[in-house]
Structure formats: C-alpha cells, structure tokens
C-alpha cells in the first residue's frame, strides 16, 4: 500500500517481542529511506491487533493480500509486488480467494 503496511507476523520464542521487531523494522528501513529520498518514512507509533487462538491465521492472511485490490490498486492480489510470505505460497493464499 502506498501510505502504510500490512504485516502478519508470529513470535515463535519465548523472548519474541513485537515491539521490538516494529522499532527495529522501522529504524532500518526509515535511515535507509531517509538516506535515499531525505525525508523520513515512517510516522510515529503503529497499530498491532494481537490474533486470538482459534482466529486462522491464513484467512487474515488472505485479507491482507486483498488490500491492494480494495484500495484499487491492482485489479488481483497476485498482481501486487509487494506481497508475500515466508511461509506460505502465492498460490495457497490466493487459490481460495
């Protein structure tokens, strides 16, 4: 999406800590930004919803991808280029779309 992200993410650690993977998503992203375009990127803070045991993981999944699409941005979620997931395919997420 142009003006924010969408990320599903999942602490698999005992010591996983969102907060600290959202500091350190932005920080990195935002100095290498910053240094290429000399603005800053990101604003401050961000909204997390914490998924509820029996909440399925792959339908929000499936909802994230489908932003771009409701946004007007691509006419399919397998058109957007910035989609994807480290642990399911293009293709198991959207074949149920």
Same mark, same amino acid.
């Given at each position: 999406? /142009?003006?924010?992200?969408?990320?599903?993410?999942? #602490?698999?650690?005992?010591? *996983?800590?969102?907060? !600290?993977?959202?500091?350190?998503?932005?920080? #990195? *992203?935002?100095?290498?930004?910053?240094?290429?375009? &000399?603005?800053?990127?990101?604003? +401050?803070?961000?909204? &997390?919803? =914490?998924?509820?045991?029996? +909440?399925?993981?792959?339908? =929000?999944? !499936?909802?994230?991808?489908?932003?771009? =699409?409701?946004?007007?941005?691509?006419?399919?979620?397998? +058109?957007? /280029?910035? *989609? #994807? *997931?480290?642990?399911?395919?293009?293709? +198991?997420?959207?074949?149920?779309?």
């Amino acid at each position: 999406m /142009p003006d924010h992200t969408h990320l599903l993410i999942e #602490g698999l650690r005992e010591n *996983s800590d969102m907060r !600290r993977f959202a500091k350190m998503a932005k920080q #990195g *992203s935002g100095a290498a930004y910053a240094l290429k375009y &000399d603005r800053a990127l990101w604003q +401050e803070g961000y909204h &997390d919803r =914490v998924l509820r045991a029996e +909440e399925d993981s792959r339908r =929000v999944a !499936r909802y994230i991808l489908e932003n771009p =699409v409701r946004a007007g941005l691509v006419r399919h979620a397998a +058109e957007y /280029p910035f *989609s #994807g *997931s480290d642990i399911w395919t293009m293709a +198991e997420l959207i074949g149920s779309l």
